[in-house]
Antibody, heavy 122, light 108 residues
């Protein structure tokens, strides 16, 4: 069974840092792009960042460029999101998802993890 | 930045048809995807490449595309279809992913 499990969400003060992790299982992790998506409380989905299979390409939504860094460790089947200079507007549930670019589904996201909550507040 | 626009809400009686539209300038060039999200749950892919259905998704859920608009159709709506639905695609270069604003489907 393909499974993604996020961890690392927490309450953090504005200006602080947090590192999210996503553990993947049930598929060849190194064969897929991976992505992070977030959802602020009561709001819609927002794509945050994605990373190519070997980590050579990374893309970010404008609002997190220069503050967030996506990375992966294929040996550990793990995806990460390092979040620095956090702001109140970064408060959200953060989901990791398998990005199916280059596979039969094309550039869509399937499956998704259950999400981890990041709260930025003093 | 690139945007995808959806109608905010749709209300439909059981057994009727719900149609959700998503508009974006790059949709003639880029595939569209649809996700269903129920309260407290992660989104689930229900349509990929404009009109393809993943295994396990009921046949009453379908997708179509015409120019700068894609449409998700739910035929014979059931109570379990009540959820938020999001379209997703990419910018014209295929580099950046983007989600639509979301549509809440209410089954009366």
């Amino acid at each position: 069974e393909v499974q993604l499990v996020e961890s690392g969400g927490n309450l953090v003060q504005p200006g602080g840092s947090l590192r999210l992790s996503c553990a993947a299982s049930g598929f060849t992790f190194s064969g897929y792009w991976m992505t992070w998506v977030r959802q602020a409380p009561g709001k819609g989905l927002e794509w945050v960042a994605n990373i190519k299979q070997d980590g050579s390409e990374k893309y970010y939504v404008d609002s997190v460029k220069g503050r967030f860094t996506i990375s992966r460790d294929n040996a550990k089947n793990s995806l990460y999101l390092q979040m620095n200079s956090l702001r109140a507007e970064d408060t959200a549930v953060y989901y990791c998802a398998r990005d199916c670019s280059g596979h039969s589904y094309g550039p869509g996201f399937d499956p998704w993890g259950q999400g981890t909550l990041v709260t930025v507040s003093s | 930045s690139y945007e995808l626009t959806q109608s905010p809400s749709v209300s439909v009686s059981p057994g009727q048809t719900a149609r959700i539209t998503c508009s974006g300038d790059a949709l003639p060039k880029q595939y569209a995807y649809w996700y269903q999200q129920k309260p407290g749950q992660a989104p689930v892919l229900v349509i990929y490449k404009d009109s393809e259905r993943p295994s396990g998704i009921p046949e009453r859920i379908s997708g179509s595309s015409s120019g700068t608009t894609v449409t998700l159709t739910i035929s014979g709506v059931q109570a379990e279809d009540e959820a938020d639905y999001y379209c997703q695609s990419a910018d014209s270069n295929g580099t950046y992913r983007v989600f639509g604003t979301g549509t809440k489907v209410t089954v009366l």
